[in-house]
């Protein structure tokens, strides 16, 4: 007799277009439906439309004269990039998912610092 437990193997297929993406923000809420819409953005400063400058009169491009948008200085653009959407037991299990993927970025993080702790304090000990 075995004792040995059930299993079962998942395997990941990626689609031909499977591109990670760099994201620094979310915004969403509940659906009329009742599940959780995130959409990711990037956050990011804008790119001017057009600036306009100066020429000089030796013919050269002299000071900034305009830009458009005037307000481009005080806007920022949050680029939508994608989006996601989850019933409530999905969103549970990414929620403990996530939780346990931070604990994990939170360990390596204390790891590093006592790391560089002591090879500040291994350096301050050196004596010639």
């Known amino acids: 007799m075995s004792n040995k437990k059930p299993?079962?193997?998942?395997?990941?297929?990626?689609?031909?277009?499977?591109?990670?993406?760099?994201?620094?923000?979310?915004?969403?809420?509940?659906?009329p439906r009742g599940e959780l819409v995130m959409n990711f953005y990037l956050e990011r400063q804008p790119l001017p439309?057009?600036?306009?400058?100066?020429?000089?009169?030796?013919?050269?491009?002299?000071?900034e004269t305009s830009v458009e948008p005037s307000d481009l200085g005080r806007s920022l653009?949050?680029?939508?990039?994608?989006?996601?959407v989850l019933n409530y037991n999905t969103a549970r299990e990414l929620h403990y998912w996530l939780g346990e993927k931070v604990k994990e970025m939170e360990a390596l993080e204390e790891a590093r610092a006592a790391m560089a702790a002591g090879q500040t304090s291994a350096k301050t000990n050196i004596t010639h």
Do not use: C, L, W
């Open 7 to 31: 299993e079962m193997t998942f395997k990941y297929i990626f689609t031909y277009d499977y591109n990670p993406v760099y994201v620094n923000g979310a915004h969403g809420g509940i659906s």
């Open 49 to 63: 439309n057009a600036i306009t400058h100066e020429i000089t009169q030796a013919g050269t491009i002299g000071p």
């Open 77 to 84: 653009v949050r680029q939508v990039i994608n989006g996601v």
